[in-house]
């Protein structure tokens, strides 16, 4: 890749901004990279009241754009309806954001398509958009949901379809690098890093300084991977201490009855400027994963942030926890998970806070960005 290359880089979920999540600081150290122009995030398709044009542009930097194309190209109501309708058969969204990019600099030797199935709209992407390169980047593997609702026979057509597809495959488990990597060869084991803003400085225990309640903290989707059962079992175990979960609830919370416990605050989902700080409060961060099909595709991007927030962690011995077992409390049981929370209070102190934080600063996403551009460099 001797000449800078313009990113697309389209996310299965329209929820920049709000969560902090790891394509949108892998798509903000790609617009920083020496090896790359331009990068525009492209989100999936929504219908929008009273929309003006084409699409939401949001410039997030000077090389980094966001845009949530709209279904249809303008409003189809108001005067000259007939006008709008042909418009919108003539130049859907996806013929526009094209013109767009093509304005901005994008062609087809210059463009890398980075896509993160599965989604439907993935294909059009791929046929409207000019691009020399197709990045398949795979996080959590939606093919092992259980959901009656969900998609899984797609999901799994999808993956594999873009995999063998691909000029790059990145995946961010060992249990995907396992699967994808034998339908292609460049493939890539990256897993989740850490950005600047969760590096803390050491710290002990808040709630001796504050002389206060003993606070234990999840911050994270509660999903099928969550053990809210496991949460329970604590929550009853040792009820001198404030659970607090934060996060996005995926139908779990309010069906378990869990806030019914006098000790346990659901405080939904925590604005990604404010987690830094809500970790740092925290006393001790859970990582209370089921460890089945689903969890084991995942790198779970909270242990990165706990780690540079300086906390002590107890988790569940999930994967991608294998390797942090020298600064990681790792259960095998619920009982197991209790004793290590008292364990923790009683052997936790500075130094150990330090060597967390210190040993995930290697594991920041600019890192993490560098070895995914020099592999494309290598396939140019």
Known sequence: MTAKKNIVLFWFMNDWGKYGRAYEEIALALSKHPNTGQVTCVLPPVKAHDQQFMAAIHRHTKNLMVITPFWQSINKSGIGYRLRTWFNKKYPPLTLIRLYLYFKGYSKDNTVLWIYPPHQFIPELINNIPH?????????????????????????????????????????????????????????????????????????????????????????????????????????????????????DEGIVEPSGITELPNVKYIGPVPHIQAPSFLRNLDICLIPHKDNEYSRSMSPLKLFQY??????????????????????????????????????????????????????????????????????????
């Open 307 to 380: 780690l540079a927030s300086g906390r002590p962690i107890v988790s569940t011995k999930v994967a991608g926890t294998e390797r942090w077992g020298e600064l990681v409390m790792l259960s095998e049981s619920y009982d197991t998970f209790v004793r290590n929370i008292d364990m923790t209070f009683e052997t936790d102190n500075l130094e150990k806070s330090a060597m967390r934080i210190e040993a995930v600063k290697v594991e920041n996403w600019n890192n993490r960005v560098e070895h995914m551009v020099n592999k494309l460099m290598e396939l140019d």
């Open 132 to 248: 020399k390169t197709l990045v398949t980047q795979i996080v959590d593997n939606n093919s092992f949901r259980t959901d009656a609702s969900y998609k899984i026979a797609f999901s799994k057509l999808q993956y594999n379809e873009l995999s063998q597809s691909a000029n790059l495959v990145i995946t961010s488990s060992a249990v995907n690098y396992s699967i994808f990597s034998k339908l292609n060869n460049n493939c890539l084991f990256i897993e989740n890093g850490v950005s600047e803003r969760f590096i803390s400085t050491p710290s002990d225990f808040p709630f001796k300084k504050n002389n206060t309640q003993p606070r234990l903290g999840y911050l994270g989707f509660i999903s099928q991977r969550t053990d809210i059962e496991l949460i329970r079992h604590v929550a009853l175990m040792r009820p001198n201490c404030l659970l607090l979960i934060a996060g996005p």
